[in-house]
């Protein structure tokens, strides 16, 4: 039960490790300010959907009863501590990569507008599924 209803959350921390491991001479340079360019709205959003598919997956299981009784709390830490990991492997393994605190801050961020609007998501898009 429980990698039936986590399986797209699964596969997409799966995508996200691919595309972190990208050397990165690939990617492309693109700033709007410099405090505000286009990675950083990327891992953002990355972080995003992964928090909404592992609080959803979390929520439908009953396998693991702590997840199912608080699953934005567990999926909030689960998916902040992904990220410090994602950067972290970055930094030691990965290369052409580095790991960057601002790209975890923007990971953390993506997760915790996350967690505050996910009831509504839930409301509007999984409600009609």
Known sequence: ????????????????????????????????????NFDKFVHASLFFVLLVLTVRGFSLQTDITALHNSPKIMAFALCVIYGGTIELMQGAFFQERTADLNDFIANSFGCFIGIIIYDKIEKNVFAKS
Do not use: N, Q
């Open 1 to 36: 039960m429980f990698f039936k209803y986590t399986r797209w959350s699964l596969l997409w921390a799966l995508f996200i490790l691919i595309l972190c491991a990208i050397p990165g001479r690939d990617l492309p340079k693109v700033s709007v300010l410099e405090l505000l």
